[in-house]
């Protein structure tokens, strides 16, 4: 995992004493509150609905031992005693007092933590592929070229007063698990046919309001130029995006407006005049990042003997079984598997985590996955390095902590913001309807039968919990002061049991519903998959093939009847 | 005589400026001392208007040339003109209007433009930092504004990424 040198150390504390020295300044009168806004944004710093939020970066999502022990800390000390992984693997706090941020970042500066550009209209955390190093279908390892961009954008001179916030995803695997394509730049990792790593590059993707499927303005873009082609985009996003509605004021509505085309020429042409005054990346830059990420000490495992164990462990203890189906991965070296943690235990609102759990997660770390986790856009935590032959004592572990329902993939593995009880841009609470679902849900057997199944929640257009890519979205609305639900179907961000991965904006099912409905509805939606789902043999025809297939009149038809 | 920042100095700016942005000289400068008398001023900025319409008389005046731009303004209509001005300003309506930030990187970066490059307008003392590492060698802020401003010019002691200002000198 990536160390900081003493350049990042210093940058780190220089930020903390600048950010200092503008709280004073806002104190004494001396910055206004407009002045301020911008300022305390791209240091994590939000004015919430009940008390500020505090959103600390968590670069590609990576964490370590050390870090999560003193976020279990800063949770009990300034918060709550729990914190929030967001759905761009971000921790949020949600009840820190304004006097305490000064020391919260301090402490957090102390391992290498902070919540620089966390906010505001600037080059937010990069985010990646949670399996990243680790997936078996890993075309490049993503965390390399994840630490050089975070590096070239943070506290770029260039692009601190974008006209809007600003996401990059990277991925390298065949299989993209990094969301690029509703990102305002994906990168996809590639190689060319001579082995030459590069990547294609999306543009223009995103949520929100006007939910968009990135166009391709490069489909290989050599590694050397990485940095000069992002400025280029940026370049011409900075000079020609909108900046008179802040809800046009994406890239994704310049990209619409010009049309991919003049878009694409626009960035060639800027990209031609200054690819030569960037130094490239050389080999040199790209083998020392990736030496961040070196290969951890893995053991020899004779992967067939284990693989018999826990064959015959799953049948002796069928939880256990479900579990290894549903919350464990694959790994690239024999004999290793990546482990979710479920954060979505019913009850749970989805995606919080206690000081203690954090502590426990650093415990299960150190002892079973060489010290580091990976928090996931789904909310949950992966520990990516985990020996099969442990799996059964780390599963033991796990469900002691209330981290093992086996529900990764299935229905209750919901995405959910924090909605109404805590955001103030919220239309409607988002974390009820979760419970809800969840409760009403929460027979295993039943989860299992539906198989994989993607539903997420967003309290409003911001679409934070990107609903319009679940296969069923739920969208808080206000109609008149009163709290809506509206249904969407059929989105897909790489759903797990797809036969199909392009990625789809899901389409509304009709009129919204009050919040005492969501629960009918959804079962109508799931009564009628099940109707018509084909079933062959041990074959489940999964909830997203059943819908493309029958279409949205049936589901229509028995949701309203 | 109103005073800027250039070069990492305070000093008095012997510019004027002819059809200045709206709004700037009531709000970001002190209105008495906006104006260099005009026997002490060692050149006009003017505005891209101004320059369009005026070209020929302002060339044959013999007084040395700047221009004002604004974050949208086409630089397709002066590139080949860039030579004839000594100073470019760039004028920034709103400090997070972050437009002029790219115009300045791409006058330097693209178009090689070797003159003074100045932001004015409403600036926070704290973007002085971004606007050196973007190519500007000059700024102009509230005069009250301008020591805090000149002394964040040192807020960071390291950069990540490579700029086009990093080999001029300080702002």
Partial sequence: MYLYDKYDHKLVQERVEQFERQTERFITGDLTDEQFLPLRLQNGLYIQRHAPMLRIAVPYGMLRTEQLKKMAHICRSYDKGYCHITTRQNLQLNWPSIKDVPSILSELAH??????????NCIRN???????????????DSRPYCEIVRQWSTLHPEFAFLPRKFKIAISGSTTDRAATAFHDIGLQLIKDKNGAVGCKVLVGGGLGRTPIIASTVCDFLPEQFLLSYLCAILRVYNRLGRRDNKYKARIKILVKEMGIADFSQAVEQEWQHIKDNYSPLTPKDITQAQGYFSTPPYQQINASTTGEQLDHLALKHPEFGRWLQRNVNHHKVPGYRAVTLSLKPTGNAPGDISAEQLETVAYLAEHFSFGEVRTTHQQNIVLADVNSNELFTFWQYAQSAGFATPNI???????????????????????????????????????????????????????????????????????KGKEFYQVTLGGNNNSRGATNHKPAIGKVLGKAFPANEIPNVIDCVLTTYLQHRIEEDAFLESFLDTYKRIGMPTFKENVYA | MPKIIKNGDIVEDYWNYIDPPKGFVAAYTEKTAMQTPAQEAIGAIVSLDHWLSQRTQLLASNTALGIWLEGHSDLSLIIDDLPFFDVIAVYFPAFTDGRGF????????????????????????????????????????????????REALTDFSHNYQEACGDDNPSL
């Fill in chain 1, 111 to 120: 391992v290498e933590m902070h919540a620089i550009q966390t906010s505001g």
């Fill in chain 1, 126 to 140: 990069i985010t990646s592929d949670p399996l990243a190093g680790v997936a078996p279908d890993e075309i490049v």
């Fill in chain 1, 409 to 479: 993939g299935t229905l209750t593995d919901i995405i959910c913001c924090p909605g109404g009880d805590f955001c103030a841009l919220a239309n409607a609470k988002s974390i009820p309807i979760a419970e809800k679902i969840q409760s009403t849900y929460d027979d295993i057997d039943y989860l299992y039968d539906l198989g994989d199944i993607s539903l997420n929640i967003s309290g409003c257009m911001n679409a934070c919990a990107h609903h319009h890519v679940a296969n069923i979205g739920i969208l808080g609305v206000d109609k």
């Fill in chain 2, 102 to 149: 790219s115009l300045g990187s791409q006058l330097r970066e693209r178009y090689q433009f070797q003159g003074e490059l100045r932001a004015i307008g409403s600036l926070l003392p704290d973007q002085m930092y971004y606007l050196h590492r973007c190519g500007f060698n000059a700024a102009v802020t509230k005069p009250k504004d301008l020591q805090f401003a």
